[in-house]
């Protein structure tokens, strides 16, 4: 999603934790690599949601229409907001936690490890930011220009 001046002023203060031109510079980061790899990098979806549901910024469809971004970890259509973004932390810990998780956590770990880094990083800011989930993805995305 090609972010505009509109998202980036849209973005709640009271949503984020670290500066805001930390964030805008997450945010960023991650739309770009998912844009570079097409949806390819499960890590890299991870960041550019928890971006996207702190942010309060509306998502795009393929068909182009507008919707609100889900929650990141419980998928929710509800606008982030500090109550709901602590309960959104805890739930997602716990899914990553569980002895059992769902088969939907299973298949898509590195989206929840990395959607709870950067709800970890921008909330409780007891975490560097996850840029390592972008590092990853860049070298994937490396390794398959090499291969095409």
């Known amino acids: 999603m090609k972010l505009t001046e509109a998202d980036l002023r849209g973005i709640p203060a009271a949503n984020i934790k670290v500066s805001r031109d930390e964030f805008v510079a997450l945010w960023t980061a991650s739309e770009e690599m998912h844009e ?12 550019a949601c928890a ?3 702190l942010a309060d910024a509306t998502s795009r469809r393929l068909d182009g229409r507008r919707h609100m971004s889900k929650s ?8 982030a907001f500090p109550e709901l973004i602590t309960a959104e932390l805890v739930a997602g810990e716990t899914m990553l936690a569980s002895k059992r998780p769902s088969p939907v956590v299973v ?4 989206y929840y490890e990395a ?34």
């Open 36 to 47: 570079q790899l097409k949806g390819a990098d499960w890590g890299v979806w991870g960041v």
């Open 51 to 53: 971006c996207r549901w």
């Open 72 to 79: 990141p970890a419980t998928r929710r259509e509800k606008r």
């Open 107 to 110: 298949s898509q770990r590195e």
């Open 115 to 148: 959607a709870v880094a950067t709800l970890r990083w921008a909330w409780m800011r007891n975490v560097p930011a996850p840029y390592h989930w972008l590092s990853q993805a860049s070298a994937l995305r490396t390794d398959l220009a090499q291969h095409s």
